[in-house]
């Protein structure tokens, strides 16, 4: 176990801190888990569901491919669509679950961005600015400038069970309309951190 600034960091938490590829983004990504862990009871939530780590190790590693290192984030705007909420459910479950939290925003506003982050369901109380949207609902997201986002994350919407109940019949649709949001949304030269809605290859 490593020390940290508020005592001794779970070995999970010290897993993840791994994946950092210098020194600096090491120590800075310890320093994000230890706020993490203080307000949200990051590592509790990981004993009870501990697919959540997986979570974090995913968008942790997003985050280092497309920005080359986490101290590149500082300042950044990124746009997170279906970022998750305290009351999103498990496509597995059906049940509310942690794994679905904001955890990308809350890892981007401990890493010093500006993150915005869409979702339709609870959003109360979190410390980045959020948007309860219905992204099935055609012109959703025109309320945001053009050009207005360094870099954009949309990860999970289309398997999610709120997003099959309301709206699984028009699921290539939404997906169409929300790369071309992204194209729209993001700055020249302006960086994809990953989306479910853009056709790779
Ligand atoms: C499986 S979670 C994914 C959370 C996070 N992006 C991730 O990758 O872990 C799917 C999210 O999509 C949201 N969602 C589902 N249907 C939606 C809709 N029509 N409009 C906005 N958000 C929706 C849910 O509330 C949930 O937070």
Redesign the pocket.
């Known amino acids: 176990m490593a020390a940290t600034g508020s005592g001794v960091m779970p070995g999970v938490l010290s897993r993840i801190v791994a994946i950092g590829r210098s020194a600096p983004d090491r120590a800075l990504l310890r320093r994000a888990l230890d706020e993490l862990d203080a307000r949200h009871r990051l590592a509790e939530k990981i004993a009870a569901e501990p697919n959540l780590a997986a979570?974090m190790t995913e968008?942790v590693t997003r985050l280092v491919d497309a920005f080359g290192s986490l101290a590149a984030i500082r300042g950044q705007a990124v746009l997170?669509?279906?970022?998750?909420?305290s009351?999103?459910?498990?496509?597995v479950t059906g049940r509310q679950t942690s794994?679905?939290e904001?955890?990308?925003c809350r890892l981007l506003v401990e890493l010093g961005a500006h993150p915005v982050g869409?979702?339709?369901?609870d959003l109360a109380g979190e410390a980045f600015e959020h948007h309860r949207?219905?992204?099935?609902?055609p012109g959703?997201l025109d309320f945001l400038a053009p050009g207005s986002f360094d870099a954009i994350?949309?990860?999970?919407?289309f398997?999610?069970p709120?997003?099959r109940a309301?709206?699984g019949s028009a699921t290539e649709r939404i997906r169409r309309e929300i790369h071309r949001q992204e194209r729209r949304l993001l700055r020249p030269g302006g960086v994809l951190i990953h989306s479910d809605g853009r056709r790779h290859g």
């Open positions: 979570i968008f997170d669509i279906a970022c998750g909420s009351s999103s459910r498990s496509p794994e679905f904001p955890w990308m869409l979702d339709i369901g949207v219905d992204l099935g609902v959703a994350h949309e990860s999970r919407l398997g999610s709120e997003f309301a709206h």
